[in-house]
């Protein structure tokens, strides 16, 4: 339950540092405080993401069904699910990635603290 909740709050936390990369009012917020949690949630995200998308592959071409630690048995929807869950963090990882690079760019030569 506390994991869930911590990772809820971690969520609209990041949204709500995200919309501020792109927003006015966020021009409001030390450069720092908004570029912090951008490079920590995209490092989280790619280090979910990649291995993430490796395993798919495994899957895909049957490698490993499984995947790293799954069982070589998996149904068609475990492995489906795996795919899409680690397909998620992926996109994730690529999207808050490019989002961290664009606002370190933009907000470089500015009156940001």
Known sequence: MIFNVILILM??????????????WGRLAPRWMLLTPLWFGSTLLVVRGVPG?????????????????????????ELWAGVGINTYFFTGAVLLTVT??????????????
Do not use: C, K, Q
């Open 100 to 113: 961290t690079v664009s606002y370190f760019r933009r907000s470089r030569g500015g009156s940001h603290g």
């Open 53 to 77: 998308m490796v395993e798919n592959l495994l899957m895909a071409t049957g490698i490993r069904r499984g995947g790293f630690v799954g069982a070589e048995d998996i149904s068609t929807a």
């Open 11 to 24: 969520s609209v936390v990041g949204a709500a540092v995200v919309v501020a990369t792109v927003r006015p």
